[in-house]
């Protein structure tokens, strides 16, 4: 699986080549600080749509790296609560919802 290398102070994000997970650190060609490793799905704000980067930011500074999140079902129906993803919010006021109620899932 690919994965994308972003620095969030710069708002750049690159492609990373595959490698089979090695702990290699990229340092951003801005900035000089390492970058953090994104899942593929993650997509990169334009450079200049500050509120989205100010998103992302605050995601993955409450956990949420852009993993799956699984939709919390009423019904205790496994089965189905394997199917549900739920979409990443792209502005800071939902994300705070879904830090809020989805937090039980953050990376700690
Ligand atoms: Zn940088």
Known sequence: MGHKKVCIECKMAFSRP?????????????????????????????????????????LIE?????????KELETKNKLSADHYYVAYPENIRDAEEFVKKYKSQARK
């Not at 650190?25 to 450079?47: N, S, T, V």
């Not at 409450?62 to 699984?70: D, L, R, T």
């Open 62 to 70: 409450n956990g949420f790296h852009y993993q799956h999140v699984f």
């Open 18 to 58: 595959f490698d089979s997970g090695s702990e290699l650190q990229y340092l951003c060609p801005e900035c000089g600080k390492p970058m953090i490793l994104l899942p593929h799905r993650f997509r990169p704000p334009k450079k200049a749509d500050d509120k989205k980067w100010e998103t992302v930011k605050y």
